[in-house]
Nanobody, 117 residues
Framework: QVQLVESGGGLVQPGGSLRLSCAAP????????MGWYRQAPGKQRELVAA???????NTADSVKGRFTISRDNTKNTVYLQMNSLKPEDTAVYYC???????????WGQGTQVTVSS
């Protein structure tokens, strides 16, 4: 069973920073597009950022300039560095790994990010 293990969520004040991490099995990490999604209460899950296995990132307009996705292929880990956090960034953040054009994908368990003073 494939498991994506997330860490790094928590409570932070507006303007603060957090870094999320997601470790994936070596068997899939190297061939997967890795992504971060988020879901706020009452809203649909949305893509925050994704990065190809070649390292090309794609970031949602709502977080561009504040969030940075990266991956370390030696550690089979993807990161989401979140700076200048806003209350509207509050959500459960999910790690995603997908390949074969998205036919196969896996999700992490989710980590809560709360931005509040």
């Amino acid at each position: 069973q494939v498991q994506l293990v997330e860490s790094g969520g928590g409570l932070v004040q507006p303007g603060g920073s957090l870094r999320l991490s997601c470790a994936a099995p070596r068997s899939i990490f190297g061939i997967s597009i890795m992504g971060w999604y988020r879901q706020a209460p009452g809203k649909q899950r949305e893509l925050v950022a994704a990065i190809t296995n070649g390292g090309t990132p794609n970031t949602a307009d709502s977080v561009k300039g504040r969030f940075t996705i990266s991956r370390d292929n030696t550690k089979n880990t993807v990161y989401l560095q979140m700076n200048s956090l806003k209350p509207e960034d509050t959500a459960v953040y999910y790690c995603n790994a997908r390949y074969l054009g998205g036919v196969i994908q896996y999700w992490g368990q989710g980590t809560q990010v709360t931005v509040s003073s």
